[in-house]
């Protein structure tokens, strides 16, 4: 089972930009789809965006698009999530989630391995 460690979260403000990055552990890595999830305080946990084993399919929550772009780079087992434009309402924290093979997690229920998460926090 792929470990996933996330990194570069923090506090911003109001239309910065942040990475965040989930590095993977296991030579697999690249067999897997790869994804981001946020939780806010006193919501579910939602989901943000999610790659394919190649990167050549890409999806996004269509509240997020335009501000968020999900990239991987297999070669350095590591997942990026690019956060443009961000606002007060993106507070939360980020999980990296790993699919089952290349079935990419767009939900929760298809989520094999979870990150411990990193805050992010936008002021207004």
């Known amino acids: 089972q792929v470990q996933l460690v996330e990194s570069g979260g923090g506090l911003v403000q109001a239309g910065d930009s942040l990475r965040l990055s989930c590095a993977a552990s296991?030579?697999?890595?690249?067999?897997?789809?790869m994804g981001w999830f946020r939780q806010a305080p006193g919501k579910e946990r939602e989901f943000v965006a999610a790659i394919t084993w190649s990167g050549g399919t890409k999806y996004y929550a269509d509240s997020l698009k335009g501000r968020f772009t999900i990239s991987r780079d297999n070669a350095k087992n590591t997942v990026y999530l690019q956060m443009n434009s961000l606002k007060f309402e993106d507070t939360a924290v980020y999980y990296c989630?790993?699919?089952?093979?290349?079935?990419?997690?767009?939900?929760?229920?298809?989520?094999?391995?979870w990150g411990q998460g990193t805050q992010v926090t936008v002021s207004p």
């Open positions: 989630a790993a699919g089952h093979g290349n079935i990419a997690p767009v939900a929760a229920d298809k989520v094999l391995s």
């Open positions: 296991g030579r697999t890595f690249s067999t897997y789809a």
